[in-house]
């Protein structure tokens, strides 16, 4: 089983939709989570990231995090066709300094 | 400020031959964090140095090495190289912080193709 499992997609959505992007990782040692967001070719860049039981916003992104169900989230308001690119989700093992990713989740918005 | 830099952006080798990667992290970084990233794969954790020293590693085999210099910046070496090495290679760097909030920040990293 992987650490951190997500849904390859692609997931497509319309231009203004609110777009939802699941994770469910396995380590109960996982405290940290990380969204980055890669673009075709280019370097993971840095979201999001959330360590506590709840939600997280920050502009159109809000994270999510459920620790009883082992289960993150990340949500885009007003999608874009510029968010379209591959999200990767991360979790960091306290005192590993060790990020574990995803295999990411295309996402395609549409205008 | 200057971001992660990695140099070469693109490296062409065949197999068997060694591969040097090289990184600067973000001025005041002190851990450096070396991923795989082959097709298809997803980001491997290869290597983590910090203070000039190899930390953790990843399920890879000995002939990935590296080393951190005193400056912090880092390189990765690839000996034996095979065809499965093939990968864009990404470095990140970070503050040495184990706090929950421990972000690492990615280079543009280095398209490896061996042939």
């Known amino acids: 089983q992987k650490e951190v499992e997500q849904n390859s997609g692609p997931l497509s959505v319309p231009e203004g939709a609110i777009a939802s992007l699941n994770c469910t990782y396995s380590d109960r040692g996982s405290q940290s989570f990380f969204w980055y967001r890669q673009y075709s070719g280019k370097s993971p860049e840095l979201i999001m990231f959330?360590?506590?039981?709840g939600d997280k916003e920050d502009g159109r992104f809000t994270a999510q995090l459920n620790k009883a169900s082992q289960y993150v989230s990340l949500l885009i308001r007003d999608s874009q066709p510029s968010d379209s690119a591959t999200y990767l989700c991360?979790?960091?093992?306290?005192?590993?300094?060790?990020?574990?990713f995803g295999t990411g989740t295309r996402l395609q918005v549409f205008p | 400020e200057a971001g992660v830099t990695q140099s070469p952006t693109h490296l062409i080798k065949t197999r068997g031959q060694q591969a040097t990667l090289r990184c600067s992290p973000i001025?005041?970084?002190?851990?450096v964090y070396w991923y795989q990233q082959a097709l298809g794969l997803g980001l491997q954790f290869l290597l983590w140095y910090d203070e000039g020293e190899e930390r953790n590693r990843g399920n890879f085999p000995p002939r990935f090495s590296g080393r951190q210099f005193p400056n912090y910046s880092s390189e990765l070496n690839v000996n034996a190289l095979e065809l499965e090495d093939s990968a864009l290679y990404l470095c990140?760097?970070?503050?040495?912080?184990?706090?929950?909030?421990?972000?690492?920040?990615f280079g543009a990293g280095t398209r490896l193709s061996v042939l």
């Open positions: 001025s005041g970084h002190t851990s």
């Open positions: 991360a979790s960091l093992v306290y005192n590993t300094d060790k990020l574990i």
């Open positions: 959330i360590y506590s039981n």
């Open positions: 990140a760097s970070s503050f040495r912080d184990r706090g929950l909030g421990n972000i690492q920040y």
